[in-house]
């Protein structure tokens, strides 16, 4: 059985940092690659960020480019996202998603069931 399990949401001011785990189990990430989405009260779902299996190609999507890293640790079946100067805008709930390849292509596999981010004064 393949879980996903967020950690590290919670409430933050802004300009603040969090960082993000996603502890995956019952699923080798080798050769997946694996990122993560956030949906805000609203909107549609976005992808945030994502990173190929090899570590050597990290996609972010325009608005946390320069603020949010993404990284992996293969040997822990985790990946992180470490945020930084958070910003009001980035409050949602936070996925974390399996791709079926490699690369950072294609439509999510498996899902998180998320962890809330909460930027707020």
């Known amino acids: 059985q393949v879980q996903l399990v967020e950690s590290g949401g919670g409430l933050v001011q802004p300009g603040g940092s969090l960082r993000l785990s996603c502890a995956v189990s019952g699923f080798t990430l080798d050769y997946n690659a694996i990122g993560w989405v956030r949906q805000a009260p609203g909107k549609e779902r976005e992808g945030v960020s994502c990173i190929s299996s090899s570590g050597s190609s990290r996609t972010y999507t325009d608005f946390v480019k320069g603020r949010f890293t993404i990284s992996r640790d293969n040997a822990k079946n985790t990946v992180y996202l470490q945020m930084n100067n958070l910003k009001l805008e980035d409050t949602a709930v936070y996925y974390c998603?399996?791709?079926?390849?490699?690369?950072?292509?294609?439509?999510?596999?498996?899902w998180g069931q998320g962890t809330q981010v909460t930027v707020s004064s």
């Open positions: 998603v399996t791709k079926s390849g490699r690369l950072c292509v294609g439509a999510p596999r498996y």
